[in-house]
């Protein structure tokens, strides 16, 4: 069974502009999660989508976004980038449907710099 | 929320020395705490995992022990090889059913 994929691997941005980012998650999981990860603020959680709906988002600002497609597959969106979102950004997936009762599978990340 | 604290930050040992991280949770609600292995330029891989009807789980050279009363769990690392050296992670659930985790444990295995 395929992995957690996600693309591109690396980015480079400048601030101001936009960027998306695509996760596809193993096949037959529904919940898919973003994770940011900084040396100074290690993994943080950003949001989650079951089932094209989001279901817990973490504590970032409005400037973060994501969603679901029916097939699982998410994106997610960040505007109006600042030099302080270079990051590398996890994509997560799960079977479970109920809480964090299941296991998550990371993909490899996407590396995002922003000049 | 749930705040995980992990220790230590760095661990060095001898090629099959045994090395323990440990972790400590907030949420008494916590029912799931998951320990991941992150190499350098990949992503965190689930190694082992405990819910909370149980005190301990072992997979081969690993294992992970659950205190639910003291709210604190540690990963057991035995016969320590070169390839377990990365960063390992614990996390947690909070409220609001978001994953918490801890900064992290870079491990070192010299040969």
């Known amino acids: 069974k395929a992995g957690v994929t996600q693309t591109p691997r690396y980015l480079i941005k400048t601030r101001g502009q936009q960027v998306t980012l695509s996760c596809s998650p193993i096949?037959?999981?529904?919940?898919v999660s973003w994770y940011q990860q900084t040396p100074g603020q290690g993994l943080q959680f950003l949001f989650e989508?079951?089932?094209?709906?989001?279901?817990n988002k973490g504590n970032f600002p409005g400037r973060f976004s994501g969603r679901q497609f029916s097939n699982s597959r998410s994106e997610m969106n960040v505007s109006t980038l600042e030099l302080g979102d270079s990051a590398l950004y996890l994509c997560?997936?799960?079977?479970?449907?109920?809480?964090?009762?299941?296991?998550?599978?990371f993909g490899p990340g996407t590396r995002l710099t922003v000049t | 929320g749930e705040n995980v604290e992990q220790h230590p930050s760095t661990l060095s040992v001898q090629e099959g020395d045994s090395a323990v991280i440990k972790c400590t949770y907030s949420?008494?609600?916590?029912?799931?705490f998951p320990w991941y292995k992150q190499e350098l330029g990949k992503g965190p891989q689930l190694i082992i995992d405990?819910?909370?009807?149980?005190g301990e789980k072992k997979d081969q050279r690993i294992a992970v022990t659950l205190n639910k009363t003291a709210k604190h769990f540690s990963l057991h690392i035995t016969e320590t090889q070169p390839e377990d050296s990365a960063v390992y992670f614990c996390?947690?659930?909070?409220?609001?059913?978001?994953?918490?985790f801890g900064a992290g444990t870079r491990l070192t295995v010299k040969p």
């Open positions: 997560a997936s799960s079977l479970s449907g109920l809480g964090w009762t299941g296991e998550q599978y």
């Open positions: 096949s037959g999981h529904r919940s």
């Open positions: 989508y079951f089932s094209e709906t989001q279901r």
């Open positions: 949420d008494s609600a916590s029912n799931y």
């Open positions: 996390a947690a659930p909070s409220e609001g059913d978001d994953m918490r």
């Open positions: 405990i819910r909370s009807n149980v």
